[in-house]
């Protein structure tokens, strides 16, 4: 299952980048032609608009880390929705590189990714789990699942929504997410993993995780880029609530529900 662990797993070529990145602001001090963690405030470089500005113009992404790459633009979008809180960033950064690097959605295995996955599977998986920690596990992956296929692949859902069988909509998938976080963060093994408050969080505020990752996808992945001017484009933006920051603030899931 997904551990908010990115910033853990940045590496000593993933810092050269970024003090590369925001040189006049930062001042390393280098022992046997290193630049040491204890060295640099790591927070305070990660959140460097610079820095995230460098990534995404970089065209030379193999000198880093899918983590460190994830973490820096998850935590500017969450920063432009009001979301200061960086395990969240954490949290949304390790699943996108577990995703994103072709691991299963279904979690079977960790080779031959599906193209899809039916979420009602996984419910239906939940069923049937032999203990508290498999439960545990199988919701959050519900939940998982659910932000990836809805915060990254939004004109898939859209397409399908209005062109194919009357498939469920981005409704569908926040209702399955929020309810899927909300049941993992009440488990035991939650709490023993200290996961409870970032999948509270998730839970209450999946829509506007997915918004912000909406618009990761739609500025800076290159599985969108170039059709951004689309009619399909710019309605499922307007349907779905995207393309502008800031437009939505901590506390509007629950707001929506009360």
Known sequence: MIVPNSRQR????????????VA???????EGGEVRTQDVDLDVLLDSPLLFDALVRSRDL??????FFYYVLVRQILLDKGVADRSVADYVSALLA?????SRLDGEGESAPRSFVYLVDLIEAVRGARSRQAAFAMEARI?????????????AIYHRQTYGRRLPGIEYYEAVGRSGYRSAAKHPPA???????????????????????????DGYFCM??????????????????TGESRDAAPG???EAES
Do not use: C, K
């Open 62 to 67: 193999l000198r880093v880390s899918p983590w």
């Open 143 to 155: 939940g998982d699942v659910a932000l990836f296929l809805s915060g990254v692949f939004p004109d």
């Open 252 to 254: 509007e899931d629950e």
């Open 10 to 21: 940045i590496t000593q070529q993933d810092l050269s980048f970024a003090l590369e990145a």
């Open 98 to 102: 577990h995703f994103m690097q072709g």
């Open 224 to 241: 969108t880029r170039g059709r951004a001017e689309s009619v399909d484009r710019v309605l499922r933006q307007a349907l779905y609530g």
């Open 191 to 217: 709490r023993h993993a200290e996961l409870a408050e970032v999948l509270g969080f998730m839970a209450s505020e999946f829509r506007l995780v997915r918004r912000a990752l909406n618009d990761l996808s």
């Open 24 to 30: 006049q602001n930062a001042r390393p001090t280098a």
